[in-house]
């Protein structure tokens, strides 16, 4: 496998020329089932397949499952920052900084995984209330300067949940066929 499929297993994010209420309704299910399906991948790891890249340079499963909670509830934040201000330019976080801290470097799955559960049980609560009016409401990007409207942020999102999937799937992937030989 090369190094861009390892880095994009599923293909860097292609935003539909229109996005239709049956596409964010696809996307909101996607998001909704997300937790359930990283808890599936991850599910019998031991430590040691846990602190397996995923890529090398890349962040092991552990990170990865850490990292996705913390992403998400910054993009919940985002979108809640969007529904109840005009256009706010939004806060960044340095995720790869954040990978490196010790609850996300040796920190216990479990913890994470429910996080991520709680975190889309409310974001999909939010996800499924809005109106035409409120998907079209948007936040800045403080690096890009980019106006994000939240219809595409799903997508972004839906599309970032499975990316990650794909990352530890294959990652759990290589380790059984190495672990069988």
């Known amino acids: 496998m090369d190094i861009e499929s390892l880095k994009y297993p599923i293909g860097k994010f292609q935003r539909p020329q229109r996005?239709?209420?049956e596409t964010i309704g696809r996307w909101i299910d996607e998001i909704e089932h997300l937790p359930h399906q990283i808890r599936q991948a991850v599910k019998g790891l031991n430590d040691n397949q846990l602190n397996t890249s995923y890529r090398p340079?890349?962040?092991t499963i552990r990170q990865v499952v850490h990292h996705l909670p913390d992403s998400h509830m910054n993009s919940y934040i985002r979108f809640r920052w969007a529904l109840t201000e005009e256009n706010?330019?939004?806060?960044t976080y340095h995720e790869d900084r954040w990978?490196?801290?010790p609850d996300a470097k040796h920190g216990n799955i479990d913890i994470s995984l429910i996080l991520l559960e709680a975190v889309h049980?409310?974001?999909v609560l939010l996800l499924r209330s809005l109106s035409l009016a409120d998907l079209h409401k948007t936040f800045v990007h403080p690096k890009t300067k980019?106006?994000?409207r939240l219809d595409e942020n799903i997508g972004i999102y839906a599309w970032h949940g499975?990316?990650?999937l794909g990352h530890i799937r294959n990652c759990v992937q290589r380790i059984s066929i190495r672990e069988q030989r």
């Open 19 to 21: 996005i239709t209420p």
């Open 57 to 59: 340079g890349g962040w």
């Open 88 to 91: 706010p330019v939004i806060k």
């Open 99 to 101: 990978a490196e801290l």
């Open 121 to 123: 049980i409310r974001w």
């Open 146 to 148: 980019k106006e994000v």
């Open 162 to 164: 499975k990316h990650h």
